[in-house]
């Protein structure tokens, strides 16, 4: 049996937006499985339809088997949904918290002291365990609220965007417990912006844009895709340079059909077959042509040229700065780490 079987599935919302267009996807138990898009593409739209919070405007999904509309009931109770707002009340301790899950998702009263003591050893929140988790950092309250997604030991969890706005190291710390969680049977179904997190993580990535599932695969699937490595130069000189150095490689016969040649902010980027053997001679001839190199490196591609190539646009274009809420702002985790560069995701 599929953990997710969508087939055709459209929605659109009141005002006519078509936020998801004709996605399906079958999805075996125990997989992790990546869905992975800028802001805006539909994947919140997309999650909410499979965890029966929004009803397909056409098409049709079964989850664990249960069909989502005629079976709503059935299918919240066999999933774990981690929703991008947490569910957590600030003013209970992380120990009410999860409690307060048991009790909403019927777990048996004599089985949720164990179940709580396990799910807090696992998201290693014992330590805080009765402190108000309204005093936590970001990554505490994630790891609390993914805790609180699993006290029905659900067979498949949904996590939207789980590790966005914290910090990389936060963010590793829920990867770990996502990996254990998946080791354990659970199959995960999980949305992100980022590149990296989906290559770390998933077995099995689809790539959405714009409501439309552009690309699946996994993720050494999808880099192959790009078809080669990557040179990437970077040029004194400016704009004028970069578009030049662009022609002259777009024009030379160095590297054959399909290579492509894009300007970047620091120079020219060229994707072929023929990157390794062919980049030393186009050197030359930018040296020749009297442009002056700065740099130049030869890749295997990354997520982010996956997303390049089939969209024509960067994937981390979504979170802003003002998204991002530090983690460790409590001090209590993470001590106090600065919220870095949440993406990581270019590779470069
Ligand atoms: P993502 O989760 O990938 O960021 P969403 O599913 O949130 O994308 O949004 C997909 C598209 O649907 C966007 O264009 C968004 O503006 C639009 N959208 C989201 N929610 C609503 C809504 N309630 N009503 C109308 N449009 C919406």
Known sequence: MSAIDADDVTLTYADGTEAVRGVSLDIPEGEFFGFLGPNGAGKTTAIKTFTTLLCPTSGSVTVNGFDVVEESRAVRESIGYMAQETSIDPELTARENIRFACEAYGVPRGERAE???ELLDLVELAAAADKESGEFSGGMKKR???????VHRPPLVFLD????GLDPKARNRLWEYFRRINEAGTTIFLTTQ????????????????????VATGSPGELKRRVGGEILDIDLDGGAAARERAAEIAADSDLFGDGAGVETTAAGITVTSRRAREAGTDLLVALRDDGLTVTGFNIRAPTLDDVFLAITGDG?????????RDA???SGADGAGTAPAAADGGTGR
């Not at 609390?144 to 699993?150: E, F, G, N, R, S």
């Not at 980022?194 to 689809?206: F, G, K, S, T, V």
């Not at 994937?315 to 998204?323: L, R, S």
Request: glycine share 8%; with cysteine.
């Open 115 to 117: 179940r709580i003591d």
């Open 144 to 150: 609390l609220d993914a805790a609180m997604a699993l």
């Open 161 to 164: 965007e789980p590790t966005t």
């Open 194 to 213: 980022y590149l990296e997190e989906a290559d770390q993580l998933c077995e099995r990535i689809a790539v959405i844009s714009d409501g439309e599932i």
């Open 315 to 323: 994937a981390d274009g979504g979170a802003t700065d003002t998204d």
């Open 327 to 329: 983690d460790g702002a």
